[in-house]
């Protein structure tokens, strides 16, 4: 009877463990299917992820590319194979970037390449030599790729071809100064008169002053001091018809812009030389405040000299137009700007600009003149712009407008600032 009721607790006991165990094991399965199909539904969205970055990979039109810190290709986009003339990924995937890259950009390339391995972005210009032997110009960015642990494993590099940009952007360049050039041939035509009479004077002044000497050396032979000063006021006078020539030269000739160190009031000085002949015709005086801390800018001189003359040369017509004030004058003012950059300002008393024009005046063939070609200030916007620069119209709170355009300072004067 004893072992009876023994045998039938052991019984109860041992399906109790057995009810226990069977339902910890119920719950292992169901915690074991829950974290299988977690796991599968993280492996679909890996698997999603994947194929949605590789859909991003290929679909780009520029070439994406990973390469090691060798500069060995590890992938490419379709994009960047059909870029380098290649037929298929196995022509690109594998070789060094240096295959491509024209010669003459390996040293910058690596040096590229070394900055971004320790972490940084970096961006560079350089040819490339296409499979089929051509020489295109590409830019590119590039990028740590980094492992989950952080470790820079690859370099992204996402690389344009900007050749046909390029050329286009050389031709706008050219066929600017090839206009800029015949605007400022035009503007020397129409100043022809004033010019000639302007070179007069100090071709008058040098045959007075040689007369003077011949006299003074006929009178006295032995006395030479005597005619030291009038030598002197011949060559003062001979370089400043020079200088005139030379200035007239430089803006008639074909020689490309380029940008130089010049001193702002330097080229207002002499554009307003040339223009004074013209200004005194229409009884226009020009007036000068030229800030004594201007220093120099890097600019095109001749470019400068252009937008210059075309204000002075616009603001001498406005304030020159019937029923503007007799003996009119304009002002030509340089400063220093705060950041170390310079500003002119050209201001007239004149005509003014209608409301309804004031946004137009910079636009192409915009004219209100009888004769005008409306160039002028299309022409001074480009230029200040592709100097980094601003120009821009306003009216007086009297008569006439301003117009002011400023050109920045060079790069490490910009950064010193
Ligand atoms: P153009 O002198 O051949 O007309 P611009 O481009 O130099 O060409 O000038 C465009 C127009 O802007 C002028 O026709 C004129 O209407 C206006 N303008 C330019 N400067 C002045 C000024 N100082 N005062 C009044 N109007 C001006």
Known sequence: MMILIVGASAFAAMTGIALYLAKRLGDAESRLRAEGSARAQAERALSDQEQRL????????ECVKLHDANGTILTMNRAGIARLGARCAAQVVGTSVYSFISPEHHERY???????????SESMEFRILCAMGQRRLFETHVVPMRDSGGTIVAALALTCDITDRRNAEERAQRHLSDL???????????MASGLAHELNQPLAAIVNHASACLRRLRAAPDKIESVVESLEAINEQGQRAGQIIRTVRELVSRTEPTKTLVDINEIVRMMVLLSTPEAARQDVTIAMQLAPDTGSIYASKIELEQVVFNLIRNAVEAVGNPGAAAHASISVSTMRTQHGGIEVAVQDCGCGIDAEDIDKVFDPFFTTKFDGIGMGLSISRSIIEAHGGRISVSPNAGKGVTFVFTVPPPMEERMAV
């Open 180 to 190: 800029a050039r015949v605007a400022r041939i035009t503007s020397m035509g129409e």
């Open 54 to 61: 590789q859909t991003i990979f290929e679909s780009q039109l």
């Open 110 to 120: 690596r040096c590229l390449s070394a900055a971004v391995f320790e972490g940084r």
